[in-house]
């Protein structure tokens, strides 16, 4: 059975860290651009992240740009989102996803459109509040 699996989230005041993972079963990651994205509550989902096959594309919106990093661990099967410095504004449900119609030929490809990817993990709830 193919599944995508955040955990992770929670509680954090203002300023502190979590890392949030994806671990994947019923695919391999390393063949898939993998793409963090969120959903604040009223608003639309959000691209937070991205990384490439091969890692040479990586991708920040400009909001978490030099606070969040996204990583690859192949050998777990697994993208994390270390997610420092943190702020209310932060709040959201995160979701992983996999984007299976990446166009070939290109391994430094990933989109934060939230429309090219196929497969989405249930999300994990970050909320930041003291």
């Known amino acids: 059975q193919l599944q995508l699996v955040e955990s992770g989230g929670g509680l954090v005041q203002p300023g502190g860290s979590l890392r949030l993972s994806c671990v994947a079963s019923?695919?391999?990651?390393?063949?898939?651009?993998i793409g963090w994205f969120r959903q604040a509550p009223g608003k639309e989902r959000e691209g937070v992240s991205c990384?490439?096959?091969?890692?040479?594309?990586?991708h920040y919106a400009d909001s978490v740009k030099g606070r969040f990093t996204i990583s690859r661990d192949n050998a777990k099967n697994s993208v994390y989102l270390q997610m420092n410095s943190l702020k209310p504004e932060d709040t959201a449900v995160y979701y992983c996803a996999a984007d299976r119609h990446w166009p070939p030929g290109l391994p430094s490809y990933c989109s934060d459109s939230q429309y090219e990817y196929d497969y989405w993990g249930q999300g994990t709830q970050v909320t930041v509040s003291s």
């Open positions: 019923g695919l391999s990651l390393d063949s898939y651009p």
């Open positions: 990384i490439s096959i091969n890692d040479g594309m990586i």
